[in-house]
C-alpha cells in the first residue's frame, strides 16, 4: 500500500524551496509513494508530473485569517496522510501542523533559511516558525546542524529528531547549460548575481567591491538578476557610485543561467544561507564563484579550490577577490575546473533517496 505524503507549501515557483519540492516530487518512486501538494498558486517554472495531485487554496486576505486556518485544519484531516511535510509560509502550515499532531501523524518541519533573531518585520513568522519546530517529528534542514551561533531553534533542536539533506540538483539538465571557460579576454570582466535583493544577500557589498575594482583601473559589467525589498536602495546606491554604465539590473529571469553564457564569473555575498542553489546552479553550467567564508557555504566549498571565499560584508576583500580572478585566468580555470566536480555531489537523485529513507523510517 502506498504511503500519501502531503505537501504544504503556498506556491511552485521562484524559490530554493519551491524548486526542491518539485524535483523531489516528480523524481520519488511514485509507485511506494502517493504525492499531494497544498499551495494557493500552482505555477511552477518546471513541469510537475500529472500523477502529482494538487489542491489549490484560497488563502484570502489578513481579516479571513481564521477562517483559513479551519480551512487548512479541515482539509488535513479529510486528507488522512501518512506523513505530513511542512515548507512554507507559517499561515499555511501551522494550522496543519495542529491537525496532524491531532490525528498523531507524523510531521517533517523543513528548516530552509537561518534563524532571525533580530527586530524586524520578520520577527513575528520566525517565532511561530519555532512553534511548528516543536510540534514536528522530525526537522530537515538543508544546512549543517546544529548552528553554531546559540539560538531557540538549537535548544529544540537537542529535543528533536533532526537531519540535513542537501538540495539537489538537475545535473542533466544543467549540463545542457555549460557554457565554455572564458578567460579574461577583452574587457570588461562579466561579473554576475543572481537572488533576493535583500539584506541578508549583502548585494550592495558587491556594488561598492565593483566600484572598488574600477577605481583600480579594471572595466567590469555586473548583471543582477533578482528582485526584493532593497532594489531601490540598491539602484540609488549605483547612482550615488556613478556605476550606472556598469552594472544592470534584471530583474528575476527563470534563464538568467542562459543570460550569463558570456559572463566570467558568479558572486554570491550573503551573510546567511541555507544552501545555497544559486552557487551549484552557477558551478553546474560552468560559471566560477566567488562568495563568503559562512558556515553554511564552506561546508561544501574550499576557497581556493572551487571557490573563492572571502569575509562577509567585507567590500575590500571582495574587490581583491575580484581581482585575482581578473589578473589570475589560470586560477579561474582551476576554479571552474574542480567546480564542475563539486556539483555531481548534489544530484536530485541523492536528495530523493535521502527522503525516501526518511519517509519509510518508523516515527
Known amino acids: 500500500m502506498k504511503k500519501k505524503i502531503v505537501h504544504y507549501i503556498a506556491k511552485l515557483k521562484d524559490g530554493g524551496a519551491?524548486?526542491?519540492?518539485?524535483?523531489?516530487?516528480?523524481?520519488?518512486?511514485?509507485?511506494?509513494?502517493?504525492?499531494?501538494?497544498?499551495?494557493?498558486?500552482?505555477?511552477?517554472?518546471?513541469?510537475?508530473?500529472?500523477?502529482?495531485?494538487?489542491?489549490?487554496?484560497?488563502?484570502?486576505?489578513?481579516?479571513?485569517?481564521?477562517?483559513?486556518?479551519?480551512?487548512?485544519?479541515?482539509?488535513?484531516?479529510?486528507?488522512?496522510?501518512?506523513?505530513?511535510?511542512?515548507?512554507?509560509?507559517?499561515?499555511?502550515?501551522?494550522?496543519?501542523?495542529?491537525?496532524?499532531?491531532?490525528?498523531?501523524?507524523?510531521?517533517?518541519?523543513?528548516?530552509?533559511?537561518?534563524?532571525?533573531?533580530?527586530?524586524?518585520?520578520?520577527?513575528?513568522?520566525?517565532?511561530?516558525?519555532?512553534?511548528?519546530?516543536?510540534?514536528?517529528?522530525?526537522?530537515?534542514?538543508?544546512?549543517?546542524?546544529?548552528?553554531?551561533?546559540?539560538?531557540?531553534?538549537?535548544?529544540?533542536?537537542?529535543?528533536?529528531?533532526?537531519?540535513?539533506?542537501?538540495?539537489?540538483?538537475?545535473?542533466?539538465?544543467?549540463?545542457?547549460?555549460?557554457?565554455?571557460?572564458?578567460?579574461?579576454?577583452?574587457?570588461?570582466?562579466?561579473?554576475v548575481y543572481s537572488g533576493r535583493l535583500v539584506s541578508q544577500k549583502n548585494v550592495d557589498v558587491l556594488i561598492r567591491a565593483c566600484k572598488g575594482v574600477i577605481d583600480h583601473g579594471i572595466e567590469i559589467e555586473l548583471k543582477i538578476f533578482g528582485n526584493g525589498d532593497d532594489e531601490r536602495d540598491l539602484i540609488a546606491l549605483c547612482k550615488q557610485l556613478e556605476l550606472d554604465n556598469y552594472v544592470k539590473f534584471l530583474g528575476y529571469q527563470d534563464n538568467w543561467k542562459e543570460l550569463s553564457a558570456d559572463s566570467h564569473c558568479f558572486v554570491l555575498p550573503s551573510n546567511r544561507e541555507g544552501m545555497p542553489n544559486v552557487l551549484f546552479e552557477a558551478i553546474a553550467i560552468g560559471l566560477p564563484i566567488i562568495s563568503t567564508n559562512i558556515e553554511e557555504i564552506n561546508c561544501h566549498f574550499t576557497s581556493g579550490y572551487d571557490a573563492l571565499l572571502v569575509a562577509p560584508n567585507d567590500a575590500q576583500s571582495l574587490t581583491e577577490a575580484i581581482r585575482m580572478l581578473v589578473n589570475a585566468p589560470e586560477l579561474l580555470s582551476v576554479i571552474r575546473s574542480n567546480g564542475l566536480k563539486t556539483a555531481q555531489k548534489y544530484t536530485v537523485k541523492a536528495m530523493t533517496f535521502s527522503y525516501e529513507m526518511l519517509y519509510d523510517q518508523k516515527h
Open 18 to 191: 519551491q524548486t526542491q519540492l518539485v524535483l523531489l516530487c516528480n523524481q520519488i518512486d511514485r509507485s511506494k509513494y502517493e504525492i499531494v501538494i497544498v499551495c494557493w498558486d500552482k505555477e511552477t517554472s518546471i513541469p510537475l508530473s500529472d500523477d502529482i495531485k494538487i489542491i489549490l487554496v484560497s488563502r484570502g486576505g489578513i481579516y479571513s485569517l481564521i477562517s483559513f486556518f479551519k480551512e487548512i485544519y479541515k482539509l488535513t484531516l479529510e486528507l488522512k496522510p501518512d506523513i505530513v511535510q511542512l515548507w512554507m509560509p507559517e499561515v499555511l502550515t501551522l494550522p496543519a501542523a495542529f491537525a496532524a499532531k491531532h490525528m498523531g501523524i507524523p510531521i517533517i518541519s523543513c528548516e530552509r533559511r537561518l534563524p532571525i533573531n533580530t527586530l524586524g518585520k520578520l520577527w513575528l513568522r520566525d517565532r511561530i516558525k519555532y512553534l511548528i519546530h516543536c510540534i514536528s517529528t522530525v526537522i530537515v534542514a538543508n544546512f549543517p546542524l546544529p548552528i553554531k551561533r546559540k539560538s531557540i531553534f538549537n535548544v529544540i533542536l537537542k529535543h528533536k529528531r533532526n537531519q540535513t539533506i542537501y538540495n539537489g540538483l538537475d545535473i542533466d539538465g544543467l549540463k545542457s547549460l555549460r557554457r565554455p571557460f572564458i578567460a579574461k579576454g577583452s574587457a570588461p570582466f562579466k561579473l
